[in-house]
């Protein structure tokens, strides 16, 4: 297994930065980016969350927020829009200014015995605390008409999501966890937690995982049958197939069970996904299968689910969110927005 790097090294250079308002909500440092440059006609804001990496904290995502932002300000009809883009960021459980223990956010090869159960409770943790913050952030900024960003009639009627390699995995969650989330972009992490950490455990030697070749390593000590359940709450794959195989081609009665799963979480979503062809920290063939499923679904028998995917897979490129990523996310965030835009339109049409 590769050693964790910074994915986050290159930063944006050509980009204006934009304001940031650092707020206690909730109990947690959350930085807000944008809020001075909204538009004075824009009464429905958008919310780009950005989940950062592991061993990284929000300050890594400023550039992200910065380069988002000026992206949609700098659109021709920015302006005079009743559309607003804002982007938030902060720290991960255990991490910058949340960081209880330096062993937790370790892997396996460095000793750290829990890692499986520790990285898996900092993501589902992180999907936890952007739902509470779902809940009571537009009351802090625009509550009551006297928050940083108030306006009268102003309110977040839009969410995304923007998660980098452990905030990828955060990302994917928080989609299948969140109504409100409504796209997201899923940089180098992967919907398939079981699959990832049998493959880390392969690569580690883990006598878990050797003993058997894996057979037995789910409900072993290294990755515990509590942890197989939680994954099986919150985890996209598990999901769906629990610690079971993934039906990439299944049959009409597998189909109608799937459907069901389907329409209660992610009915008419967007998805991005930017993967490493040659990452090895999150390898994308941890997550082939379950991408398969995912696309031949979308396209064919769940097309009714109205779920729109890409799926790119860049040459070359290791564990890292590089500037044609980057490229890409903004375009899909944008693309995304004139999209809720439109569809908004069209359920309200003006009378």
């Known amino acids: ?28 440092q959350v930085d807000i980016f944008g809020l001075a440059e909204l538009p004075p006609a824009a009464t429905m804001i958008s919310c780009l969350w950005l ?30 829009s009743t559309r607003g883009l804002i982007a938030v960021a902060f720290d991960q459980r255990n991490h910058g200014s949340r960081l209880v223990s330096n062993a ?41 008409g006297d928050g940083p960003g108030a306006s009268p009639g102003r309110h977040i009627d839009c969410n995304l999501v923007l998660g980098v390699s452990l905030g990828g995995h955060s ?7 969140d109504p409100r989330v409504i ?30 070749k894996g057979v037995s390593f789910l409900g072993s000590k290294d990755f515990p049958r509590a942890l197989v359940s939680a994954c099986e709450k919150y985890d996209p794959k598990a999901i769906l ?5 993934i039906s990439t081609h299944p049959s009409i009665s597998e189909q109608d069970r799937l459907r069901a799963i389907l329409d209660s979480k992610i009915q008419g979503k967007r998805f991005q996904v930017l993967s490493g062809g040659a990452d090895k920290l999150v390898p ?19 097309k009714v689910g109205n779920i729109y995917v890409e799926d790119t897979v860049y040459p070359g490129v290791g564990h890292e969110f590089n500037a044609e990523m980057r490229k890409a996310a903004v375009r899909f965030v944008l693309d995304t927005l004139t999209h809720y835009d439109a569809a908004c339109r069209v359920v309200s049409p003006r009378i």
């Open 51 to 80: 989940h950062h990496p592991r061993l990284r904290r929000k300050e890594d995502m400023a550039y992200i927020a910065d380069e988002m932002v000026s992206a949609f300000n700098a659109s021709p009809s920015a302006s005079t």
């Open 183 to 212: 796209a997201g972009v899923i940089v180098i992490g992967c919907p398939d937690y079981m699959n990832l950490m049998q493959d880390r455990a392969r690569l580690s030697k883990l006598p878990t995982y050797t003993l058997d």
């Open 241 to 245: 197939f629990g610690a079971g195989d």
């Open 171 to 177: 990302a994917w969650q928080l989609l299948f966890a």
């Open 104 to 144: 937790a956010n370790e892997a396996w090869r460095q000793g750290n015995s829990t890692h499986a159960q520790d990285m898996f409770g900092t993501v589902s943790g992180m999907v936890m605390d952007t739902i509470h913050l779902l809940d009571v952030l537009e009351g802090y900024l625009f509550g009551a």
């Open 284 to 302: 994308y063939h941890a997550g082939r299968q379950f991408m398969e499923f995912f696309k031949n679904a979308t396209s064919g028998w769940y």
């Open 1 to 28: 297994m590769a050693e964790t790097n910074n994915p986050m090294t290159v930063p944006s250079t050509n980009h204006p930065a934009v304001s940031k308002t650092t707020l206690p909500i909730a109990g947690l």
